[in-house]
T-cell receptor
Framework: AQSVTQLGSHVSVSEGALVLLRCNYS??????LFWYVQYPNQGLQLLLK??????LVKGINGFEAEFKKSETSFHLTKPSAHMSDAAEYFC?????????????FGRGTSLIVHP | KAGVTQTPRYLIKTRGQQVTLSCSPI?????VSWYQQTPGQGLQFLFE???????NKGNFPGRFSGRQFSNSRSEMNVSTLELGDSALYLC?????????????FGPGTRLTVL
């Protein structure tokens, strides 16, 4: 079984400040982890994914995430927030179950960026 | 390159009716997945098709079904609609056989059941 917990349904930052969105996962087998962004009235867009290579993963738009097995975490960060980063962010985990990979998503974190 | 397209974008139905949603993947993509997004349950995986075969299925009742055609286009059907089926239905396509390939999402079909 696998699950994802995103701490904080809303995160508010000032433009130029550090963005930190938290994600903790639970998986009985080595997981693959993803961060997606969703803008209003749009589908999801992949920001980055961890597939057991480097633990620090760099994604698009200046985002990165670090896989920490000991903490079962995969937090998303960006050094300097931009107004255009305001959106809903989803963390997802996918682990093999009988050879199948079915993703499980967190409940999402809404990022609010103040000018 | 055109993205994933979903039709219709908005749909209103009444309880007990059935509905068919359509998804056209990115050209060359052979895998299509469907997801349901609701405020209450969040994002949930429905099913995945690859080369006209259902490869994975989420935990949804049999009222939810899908299929994929030889040109990779996919449809999902919901029969005997319930109020709780009101949701944004998202389709995503990816290139190939690996379920971990990057998925590209369409804008979704917003279904309202009255």
């Amino acid at each position: 079984a696998q699950s994802v917990t995103q701490l904080g349904s809303h995160v508010s930052v000032s433009e130029g400040a550090l963005v930190l969105l938290r994600c903790n996962y639970s998986s009985s087998v080595p997981p693959y982890l993803f961060w997606y962004v969703q803008y209003p009235n749009q589908g999801l867009q992949l920001l980055l994914k961890y597939t057991s290579a480097a633990t620090l993963v760099k994604g698009i738009n200046g985002f990165e995430a670090e896989f920490k097995k000991s903490e079962t975490s995969f937090h998303l960060t960006k050094p300097s927030a931009h107004m255009s980063d305001a959106a809903e962010y989803f963390c997802a985990v996918s682990a093999s179950s009988g050879g199948s990979y079915i993703p499980t998503f967190g409940r999402g974190t809404s990022l609010i960026v103040h000018p | 390159k055109a993205g994933v397209t979903q039709t219709p974008r908005y749909l209103i139905k009444t309880r007990g009716q059935q509905v068919t949603l359509s998804c056209s993947p990115i050209s060359g993509h052979r895998s299509v997945s469907w997801y349901q997004q609701t405020p209450g349950q969040g994002l949930q995986f429905l099913f995945e098709y690859f080369s006209e075969t259902q490869r994975n299925k989420g935990n949804f009742p049999g009222r939810f079904s899908g299929r994929q055609f030889s040109n990779s286009r996919s449809e999902m059907n919901v029969s005997t609609l319930e109020l709780g089926d009101s949701a944004l239905y998202l389709c995503a396509s990816s290139k190939g056989q690996n379920s971990l390939d990057t998925q590209y999402f369409g804008p979704g079909t917003r279904l309202t059941v009255l």
